[in-house]
Structure formats: C-alpha cells, structure tokens
Nanobody, 127 residues
Framework: QVQLVESGGGSVQAGGSLRLSCALS????????MAWFRQSPGKEREGVAS????????TYTDSVKGRFTISRDNAKNTVYLQMNSLNPEDTAMYYC????????????????????WGQGTQVTVSS
C-alpha cells in the first residue's frame, strides 16, 4: 500500500507564496508520475501540475504556468509545489496523487491517471 501526506497549506494574501509538500511512504517503488490537484466547493477536481519519476518531465495547467513549480526529491520520496503570485482564484483544497505502475500517463493532469491520493491541504488566498 502507498500513503501520501500533504503539508504546507495555509492562508496568505494575494501576491504571496506557499510551498506544499507531499510525503510518499509504503510501497513507493510501485509508483511513478506524481501530481498536484485542487478542488474548490462546487467545482471539479482540477489537475495543477505533474512530474515524472525518472526524467522529471513536468506538465502544468495554463492558469498556473509561470507561477507554480513542481519538483521532487526521489531520495526523500517527496514532491513539492512552489506557488508564487497567488491570487484568490487559487483558493482550494490541494491534493497530492501518485500513479501506480511503470507507465507514464497519457493525460497527466486528469484524475483517472492516478491511483493513490492524499487527504489534502487547504490553501486560502485573500484579496
């Protein structure tokens, strides 16, 4: 089994920054691509960013390009999401996800590409 634990959420003013962390534990050798998703009340879960395991290929949704950076430290089994220039539209519960198996997903920002999920960490941006 695989466990994901997010941390680093909080409340910031518009223009501020936060860094989210996701610690992966358990049968980690059976996972590859990892991603961050977010979900606001009444909205569908949205893929924010993803990163592959071996070659660190990243994918971002358009609304965060140039502001968010996803990275990973395989030695620590941890994935990060650095969020800069935050705005109120970024307010959401942020979830970490990991894909089971060795294949890279065709749709790295779609929820169905991922097997394991964390419990989420809340990010609130005030204007």
């Amino acid at each position: 089994q695989v466990q994901l634990v997010e941390s680093g959420g909080g409340s910031v003013q518009a223009g501020g920054s936060l860094r989210l962390s996701c610690a992966l534990s358990g049968y980690t050798s059976n996972t590859n691509t990892m991603a961050w998703f977010r979900q606001s009340p009444g909205k569908e879960r949205e893929g924010v960013a993803s990163i592959t395991t071996l070659d660190y290929i990243t994918t971002y949704t358009d609304s965060v390009k140039g502001r968010f950076t996803i990275s990973r430290d395989n030695a620590k089994n941890t994935v990060y999401l650095q969020m800069n220039s935050l705005n109120p539209e970024d307010t959401a519960m942020y979830y970490c996800a990991a894909r089971r198996g060795g294949s890279v997903p065709v749709s790295p920002l779609h929820p169905y590409s991922y097997t394991y999920w964390g419990q989420g960490t809340q990010v609130t941006v005030s204007s």
